[in-house]
């Protein structure tokens, strides 16, 4: 900040020594004189100027960054959830279809066995035709029976499988859950990257108006009447407020 006052003293004494133009208050002043110490002056400037500058031009590509990020965690909950309840589904469907296979199997090889018998006993005694039928009927039954348990296995293990949808459930709750993280998480970087330009943006704005302060102060001393007078000229630095 030293060479910015001492660029800006320079430039007063170049327009007070300037040669004016006759019937106007306008003056000739050395325009590469003038323009080199306006480059002094914008190179002496805090870096802090650049650095609020930067931040502004990041600050959309730092919530981009942050909206993606929540989107794919997002995307990834709900295509796991997805994929636990598919898992599920078809193995409940794939159990119950074996149990149902089982059972028929069962049933054709008693129907079959059952044909057997009776055309065995049809070339004994009347007696042994009874019974075979008798036993033809409790095989049938027993294939019957068996049937039935396969399905009500086939029933209770699919009932059990969906018992387990509170797997589902939970992992609805986890994705649910990184879904509202993800959302806090963007909305703590987008408020810490509000407050980091906010604060920058207040110190270069002091910083202005600190300079503008000074620069009001010495163009009001130098069209004061004492120094119209011809009283010994200050310099800028006298007055820094």
Known sequence: MYRVFEA??????????????????????PRGDVLELLDDV???LPAEVDDAQDVLDK?????????????????????????????????AERILADARARAEQMLAD???????????????????????RAESD??????????????????????????????VQAAH???ARIVDEAHAEADRQRGECDAYVDGKLAEFSELLATTLRTVDSGRNHLRS???VSGSARPT???YQV
């Not at 209770?156 to 797997?167: K, Y």
């Open 173 to 175: 709750a986890e994705s």
């Open 42 to 44: 914008r190179d002496a």
């Open 236 to 238: 800028l630095y006298d």
């Open 8 to 29: 800006l003293d320079e430039l007063v004494t170049i327009v007070e020594e300037a040669r004016g133009v006759p019937m106007t208050s306008s003056c000739v002043v």
């Open 110 to 132: 008693a129907h079959a066995e059952s044909e057997r018998m009776v055309a065995a006993g049809q070339a004994e005694f009347q007696n042994l035709t009874e019974r075979s």
């Open 59 to 91: 600050r959309d590509d730092l919530l981009l960054a942050a909206r993606k990020e929540a989107s794919d965690t997002v995307a990834g909950a709900n295509a796991e959830a997805e994929r636990t309840v598919g898992d599920a589904s078809a193995e």
């Open 138 to 167: 409790r095989m049938i039954q027993a294939g019957r029976d068996a049937y039935d348990r396969a399905i009500e296995d086939g029933r209770a293990e699919q009932a059990r499988l969906v018992a387990q949808t509170e797997v």
């Open 225 to 227: 009447p004492a120094n």
